[in-house]
């Protein structure tokens, strides 16, 4: 007879990975604000719900966030939003999830001890039952504490050609939801996944409860030189600002491999549990769709949107009026500066239309009109040959860094707040409706000394308004 699994005792430490870009949910989705840190299917961000899943203090230790280094501040201010304090490492250089999940492990382990259990989740995908969320996390905990590594298995809902499937073996114990794995497969095509479907198959969601020291212990068998460069890496990590930053030189020699490729695929110590919970990776335009609240023709609209005569059609917008009429099976997303119009059935192509424009070098691949920084947002208005207009919003004690251009001058307007304005050797506040000029090669600065945060227009002119023509001097954000 199979012994009862056991109760967990050990931490719980939550690892929750935000380093991807999502390029598939371009155009709202780019590189320089990925898809995790945006409200896509409520009010708070993606990562901001993932956090909030994990915050029981019952079951779970404090959170450990790793993301790269372009999003920390992104990481730290939206955990602060909702309250929580999460220690925030870097990554310095993007190598895939096995490497990731070995340094979540080690940090683990700093800090929550050797024995420690570890939950690793992604940053962007969205649970809509967090009730029936963590009973699965009690069960795979459980399971994990008898020295496995544990996978979240969801039931299908179609014949998904986008998901990785797992094939369920025996229960590992009488009374638990864990099963042994049978064998993971990759990707199939509609008639194979058809077939798993049948078969009793399990998606594969790409989150995982493990003890540390046995995904240590595995990942040295099938990857030790991956597990050394990262341990290198994590043994000289260093404090910077209150972040965690891996040493990069050690993390750059680690081979880039999936964790399912690296460990997964090749332990005997594999175990799944079946979340009754709705899940969903985000993947794709036609899947925020899916997760979201119909009208009667099978249409899902957020933002300003009107539409006559259309069927099981998605319209997102962040600002214009999308309006269609007789439309079916499409997904239309607006913002400011880009339109995206696809096929519902096409909806996973948008990855190799990003990859387009990139190759064209078109910014709006890549780059938002609203540019987030540490000390607040910049946002284009209008630009031409040799001018650039912006707004400048700078949050309350946030200044940007001591700098000076070579090719362009500028001039501000304080729409609103108080601005301390550093040109040269003078230092001066700039109120509402007053103005400054900095001339081509001075050395200058914006701050923001209130309590409200400071709102200003920016106008370049000049022979080249590149962000490159960007000397610092002083930074407060220790950026280079």
């Not at 979240?152 to 939801?177: C, H, K, V, W």
């Not at 594969?204 to 597990?227: D, W």
């Not at 695929?265 to 175990?271: F, M």
């Amino acid at each position: 007879m199979l012994s009862p699994s056991p109760v967990v005792s050990v931490p719980v430490v939550p690892v929750v990975l935000a380093g991807g870009t999502g390029t598939r949910l371009w155009p709202v989705s780019r590189d320089s604000l990925p898809k995790q840190f945006q409200p896509l299917a409520g009010p708070r961000t993606l990562y901001q719900e993932t956090l909030a899943r994990v915050s029981d203090r019952s079951l779970f230790a404090a959170p450990l966030v790793l993301t790269h280094e372009d999003f920390r501040f992104f990481a730290r201010r939206q955990a602060a939003e909702i309250g929580l304090n999460a220690t925030v490492a870097l990554e310095p250089a993007r190598r895939d999830s096995g490497p990731a999940l070995i340094a979540a492990a080690l940090i683990a382990q700093k800090l929550a001890g050797q024995d420690c259990l570890v939950l690793a989740l992604a940053a962007d995908h969205v649970v809509l039952d967090p009730d029936l969320f963590l009973e699965s996390c009690r069960d795979a905990a459980r399971a994990a504490a008898t020295g496995r590594i544990v996978t979240f298995g969801i039931a299908p809902t179609g014949p998904r050609t986008s998901y990785g499937y797992i094939n369920p073996g025996n229960a590992l114990a009488e009374g638990s939801d864990a099963r042994s794995v049978t064998a993971f497969v990759e990707k199939p095509d509609s008639a194979t996944a058809a077939r798993y479907i049948e078969a009793g198959y399990l998606w594969n969601s790409g989150n995982f409860m493990f003890p540390a020291r046995l995904l240590l212990e595995e990942a040295e068998r099938f990857e030790p030189e991956m597990v050394h460069a990262v341990r290198a890496s994590v043994e000289g990590a260093a404090d910077d600002l209150g972040f965690l930053r891996l040493d990069p030189r050690a993390f750059s020699n680690s081979p880039a491999k999936s964790i399912d490729y690296a460990v997964m695929e090749r332990t005997n110590r594999a175990a799944v549990v079946a979340g009754a919970f709705r899940w969903s990776d985000i993947g794709s335009w036609d899947a925020l769709r899916e997760i979201g609240e119909p009208d009667a023709a099978g249409n899902v609209t957020r933002g300003p949107a009107m539409l006559l005569d259309s069927r099981d059609t998605y319209i997102h917008s962040d600002g214009p009026l999308v309006a269609a009429v007789g439309v079916e099976g499409l997904s239309v997303v607006a913002t400011d500066d880009a339109v995206l119009v696809v096929p519902n059935a096409r909806a996973q192509e948008v990855k190799g239309l990003v990859a387009k424009l990139k190759a064209e070098q078109n910014l709006k691949a890549s780059e938002h009109m609203k540019a987030h920084r540490p000390w607040g947002t910049y946002q284009t208005i209008c630009r031409g040959e040799r001018f650039h207009v912006k707004k400048i919003v700078v949050e309350p004690g946030q200044a940007l860094s001591l700098q000076k251009h070579y090719h362009r001058a500028e001039h501000w307007v304080v729409v609103k707040g108080t601005a301390l304005v550093t040109v040269g050797d003078k230092v001066n506040e700039v109120h509402e409706t007053e103005a400054a000029y900095l001339p081509i090669g001075v050395v200058h600065r914006l701050a923001n000394p209130g309590k409200i945060t400071l709102e200003l227009i920016e106008v370049q002119t000049g022979s080249y308004l590149g962000e490159d023509d960007i000397i610092r001097i002083e930074d407060v954000y220790n950026r280079s």
